[in-house]
């Protein structure tokens, strides 16, 4: 089973979302998970209704409760299952620099005075690969790290990781860092990254919409982490919404006598009947309009399924919530996305 999930997707997919979602539905039964942030957007926080996250661990939510407690008991962790917990991180890229000085050079002093000269901030603004390295670097070591008894700290970690268009590159950037660095610490820490990311341990989830751009973003993007020997993991299709029309209606549309039967069915709700003028004329016309579109983007999006299916892993689908996301509902995804089955 995997132990760090890193989730990515095309920009508008809800990923972030999603992450957080996936940290909750893993918080389950005494589970620890941690919530990684690396772009900076404090998009975690907002999600969970809490103050900006700081650069240190910090519990944030419990797991979702078990199957049958109520709204409110999800909200605070209860119900017959024993909760887990979520932790948060946002990772600051210079201060994982200042880590990385202490842990491999002991730096110490010296370390804080090159942030205060401004070195830091320039080396990691003309090197932005080195950036990828420290964010990776320290998800990678919060998968690894054990308590004084040899277990690990974290069940699992979630990563709210850069855009579908740059996920290879940010998780291959240890790669081209141990090539270029050929021995020493650098080279040490840089292959010990991607033992990890490149292990069962890892799967890179990718987050799309039905619709062609989000697909073709994540088509193009599996076939690039493939080719780059990283573990893809599954597609999770968010922000479905349900068919209003079953096939037997959606037939009925593309048929000649459609009007007609709108019209009958109109007179039968008590709108009078499908006379010239008359209030259930004026309402035919728009409505058959308003089903046609919507038929129309059920094709589309049953096509743009069947490419996602063509790819060749497990999807998971997640609902539109029409009231938008807030505590609640990212709770609600949770436990949608545990039905699926593991993730």
């Known amino acids: 089973m995997s132990r760090l999930h890193v989730v990515s997707g095309k920009g508008g997919t809800g990923k972030t979302t999603v992450a957080a979602a996936l940290a909750l539905a893993l918080a389950t039964e005494g589970r620890r998970t941690l919530l990684v942030e690396v772009e900076g957007r404090q998009g975690i926080a907002q999600l ?4 900006a996250l700081p650069y240190e661990e910090r519990k944030i939510a419990v797991g979702p409760a078990s199957e049958g407690a109520s709204r409110s008991d999800s909200v605070r962790g209860g119900g017959g299952r024993r909760a887990g917990e979520v932790h948060a991180l946002a990772i600051d890229a210079e201060r994982a ?8 050079y002991k730096l110490g002093s010296a370390g804080r005075a090159l942030k205060k000269l401004g070195a830091i901030d320039f080396a990691t603004t003309i090197a932005p690969g080195l950036r990828d390295v420290l964010l990776t670097g320290k998800a990678c ?13 974290y069940d699992a970690v979630v990563m709210d990781a850069p855009p579908t ?3 290879t590159r940010f998780l291959n950037v240890n790669d081209e860092v141990a090539g270029l660095a ?8 840089a292959q010990a990254v991607m033992r990890v990311l490149k292990s069962p341990e890892t799967a890179v989830h990718l987050v799309t ?7 073709q973003e994540t088509a193009d993007g599996v076939a690039e982490l493939r080719a780059a020997g990283l573990p893809v993991g599954g597609i999770v299709i968010n922000m479905t919404r349900p068919a209003l029309l079953d096939n037997g209606d959606l037939d009925l549309l593309a048929a000649r006598g459609a009007r007609a039967g709108v019209a009958k069915a109109l007179s039968q709700a008590g709108l009078g009947g499908a006379r010239r003028g008359g209030l259930a004329d004026r309402l035919i016309d728009p409505l058959l309009e308003q089903a046609r579109e919507h038929a129309e983007r059920v094709e ?7 490419e996602l299916t063509a790819i060749g892993l497990p999807t998971y ?8 996301v807030d505590l609640a509902g990212l709770y609600q995804l949770a436990r949608d996305l545990r039905k699926q089955g593991p993730i």
């Open 300 to 306: 589309l999006e049953r096509a743009e399924h069947g």
């Open 48 to 51: 969970f209704e809490t103050e």
């Open 141 to 153: 070591e919060a998968v690894r790290r054990k308590d004084k008894q040899g277990r690990f700290v």
């Open 97 to 104: 620099l200042l880590d990385y000085l202490q842990m491999f």
């Open 182 to 189: 050929k021995i020493g610490p650098i080279h040490n820490q």
């Open 209 to 215: 919409l039905l619709e062609e751009m989000p697909v």
């Open 165 to 167: 268009g740059r996920i």
């Open 317 to 324: 689908e997640l609902e539109l919530l029409p009231e938008g």
